[in-house]
């Protein structure tokens, strides 16, 4: 069977799915109405005044269509635009969340590449003056350059980390919106089920009632409930998803980019290599935490899968999410370290590292964005 979760995505797949849920609802008021309409009890007093014999018959008619069907329609209704909202609502905040994040960690991106754009500066006038080259200067002003330089190495070092960890939480808003859009859709495929069923289960109460009613078109209601019966709620979402269906996920994962690991950036190439060793290390100790935060996820999933009366299926299913998402944060983390290798071993002319993640990492240069995307 087709899922929610695997059709609706990206683009307008959100707008696809809350656009079909919403003409559900609204098909749903309109036979609601429309059976309210044929039970009014003024209608059927007009029934009774001209055909008394079946007074009673055409009383139990408007009684069952009012509390079998409209009844029942309208609770499902007001129940299913409550849980939709909820759902839905999540998932814009989880949304907005993501984009401010993103937000952040550009003006940091831009932050950190200033800084360090200023310090190669800071750093290559200093050795014009010990070298002296150009215009000379006191020992004052000397020792007031060293002084720069030396804040301008500590700001750097602050401005790269506030970088990458605004980049981690900006994946993690990320996994948090992908959760939540993996809940709506599956609240709104269940709700989608729940109200083919009702459906399904009204138009065979609204026959079994006309037939009582009406003998001579006793032939039509079979076919009615014949229909009714051919209702197939999972053909029908895997309809939806055929049809209207944007595709499946294809999480992107933005990447750390680094001032110094373009080439065509002008860093002093003794000071890039320390750069980048520097922040290989760091990527390669985050990585070893993340592997330990990973492992314990997995101990906790065999525990379950050992001892199943510990949990229950919600349980379960987060604990799966839990892995999936420490899953995405190493992927994050390896692309990144891959990358910095990369980077290092164009400096020194070293062989080029080998990583699984390198045909799926690509390189915008007009947006000086590098993205790594997930298959």
């Given at each position: 069977?087709?899922?929610?979760?695997?059709?609706?995505w990206?683009?307008?797949?959100?707008?696809?799915?809350?656009?079909?849920?919403?003409?559900?609802e609204?098909?749903?008021?309109?036979?609601?109405?429309?059976?309210?309409?044929?039970?009014?009890?003024?209608?059927?007093?007009?029934?009774?005044?001209?055909?008394?014999?079946?007074?009673?018959?055409?009383?139990?008619?408007?009684?069952?269509l009012?509390?079998?069907?409209?009844?029942?329609?309208?609770?499902?209704?007001?129940?299913?635009?409550?849980?939709?909202?909820?759902?839905?609502?999540?998932?814009?905040?989880r949304?907005?969340?993501?984009?401010?994040?993103?937000?952040?960690?550009?003006?940091?991106?831009?932050?950190?590449?200033?800084?360090?754009?200023?310090?190669?500066?800071?750093?290559?006038?200093?050795?014009?003056?010990?070298?002296?080259?150009?215009?000379?200067?006191?020992?004052?002003?000397?020792?007031?350059?060293?002084?720069?330089?030396?804040?301008?190495?500590?700001?750097?070092?602050?401005?790269?980390?506030d970088?990458?960890?605004?980049?981690?939480?900006?994946?993690?808003?990320?996994?948090?919106?992908?959760?939540?859009?993996?809940?709506?859709?599956?609240?709104?495929?269940?709700?989608e089920?729940?109200?083919?069923?009702?459906?399904?289960?009204?138009?065979?109460?609204?026959?079994?009632l006309?037939?009582?009613?009406?003998?001579?078109?006793?032939?039509?209601?079979?076919e009615?409930?014949?229909?009714?019966?051919d209702?197939?709620?999972?053909?029908?979402?895997?309809?939806?998803c055929?049809?209207?269906?944007?595709?499946?996920?294809?999480?992107?994962?933005l990447?750390?980019?680094?001032?110094?690991?373009?080439?065509?950036?002008?860093?002093?190439?003794?000071?890039?290599?320390?750069?980048?060793?520097?922040?290989?290390?760091?990527?390669?100790?985050?990585?070893?935490r993340?592997?330990?935060?990973?492992?314990?996820?997995?101990?906790?999933?065999?525990?379950?899968?050992?001892?199943?009366?510990?949990?229950?299926?919600?349980?379960?299913?987060?604990v799966?999410?839990?892995?999936?998402?420490?899953?995405?944060?190493?992927?994050l983390?390896?692309?990144?370290?891959y990358?910095?290798?990369?980077?290092?071993?164009?400096?020194?002319?070293?062989?080029?590292?080998?990583?699984?993640?390198?045909?799926y990492?690509?390189?915008?240069?007009?947006?000086?964005?590098?993205?790594?995307?997930r298959?």
């Open positions: 069977m087709c899922h929610f979760q695997d059709s609706f990206w683009g307008n797949g959100y707008e696809e799915m809350h656009r079909y849920i919403k003409q559900g609204e098909f749903c008021k309109e036979m609601e109405g429309i059976v309210t309409e044929r039970s009014v009890q003024n209608a059927w007093q007009k029934m009774v005044v001209e055909l008394e014999a079946e007074e009673e018959i055409h009383r139990s008619l408007s009684f069952g009012s509390q079998d069907v409209a009844k029942v329609l309208n609770g499902l209704t007001e129940q299913q635009i409550k849980q939709r909202h909820v759902v839905e609502n999540a998932v814009k905040d949304l907005k969340a993501h984009g401010e994040k993103q937000k952040q960690q550009l003006r940091l991106k831009k932050t950190s590449h200033k800084t360090c754009r200023d310090l190669e500066s800071a750093l290559e006038t200093l050795a014009d003056v010990k070298a002296n080259r150009g215009k000379p200067m006191s020992e004052k002003d000397v020792a007031k350059l060293e002084k720069n330089c030396r804040k301008l190495e500590e700001a750097l070092v602050k401005s790269d980390r970088y990458r960890d605004s980049n981690m939480k900006t994946e993690e808003a990320r996994l948090a919106w992908e959760a939540s859009m993996y809940r709506c859709c599956q609240t709104l495929e269940a709700m089920l729940e109200r083919c069923q009702q459906v399904q289960l009204m138009l065979v109460k609204y026959s079994q006309v037939e009582t009613v009406i003998r001579p078109t006793e032939q039509t209601c079979e009615l409930i014949q229909a009714a019966s209702i197939n709620p999972t053909d029908d979402v895997t309809l939806v055929e049809q209207s269906g944007t595709g499946p996920n294809t999480p992107e994962q990447l750390v980019d680094y001032y110094e690991e373009d080439s065509k950036n002008q860093v002093n190439a003794d000071r890039r290599c320390a750069y980048l060793e520097r922040k290989i290390q760091e990527a390669a100790e985050e990585i070893q993340q592997e330990k935060a990973k492992m314990g996820v997995e101990s906790l999933q065999k525990a379950y899968q050992e001892q199943p009366d510990f949990t229950d299926d919600k349980g379960a299913d987060d799966t999410r839990q892995l999936f998402e420490a899953d995405a944060l190493l992927n983390l390896k692309a990144t370290h990358k910095l290798l990369l980077s290092h071993s164009e400096v020194t002319g070293s062989a080029q590292p080998s990583s699984q993640f390198a045909e990492i690509t390189t915008t240069r007009d947006k000086q964005v590098r993205e790594g995307r298959k």
